[in-house]
């Protein structure tokens, strides 16, 4: 399980630009939520598990973002791989 610290992301980009840095997404990675279905589907090894800390700032300053990661990340589970974990913390 790997750690991402979320509480820094302002507004999508800067989140998105977190999870490319955090997750190793190629560079041409399209900043946006197609983009990262693309990536975490199919461009990069995902981990099994991924603990995001600060979510509740997230939560608080980018709700769409937090909204639309988790249900990705809820959707990549169901559909690619059962044992994957998200915490939000």
């Not at 190629?26 to 990069?44: E, I, K, S």
């Not at 099994?48 to 589970?77: C, K, N, Q």
Request: some cysteine.
């Amino acid at each position: 399980m790997i750690t991402i610290d979320v509480r820094t992301a302002t507004d999508e980009r800067e989140l998105h630009a977190l999870l490319k840095r955090e997750l190793g997404f190629p560079a041409f990675y399209g900043m946006n939520w197609d983009a990262f279905w693309d990536a975490v589907t199919g461009l990069v090894e995902i981990p099994e598990g991924i603990r995001f800390t600060g979510w509740e700032h997230l939560a608080e300053r980018v709700p769409r973002g937090a909204d639309m990661l988790r249900r990705s990340l809820d959707d990549y589970r169901d559909q690619y791989c059962a044992g994957f974990i998200s915490e939000y913390a």
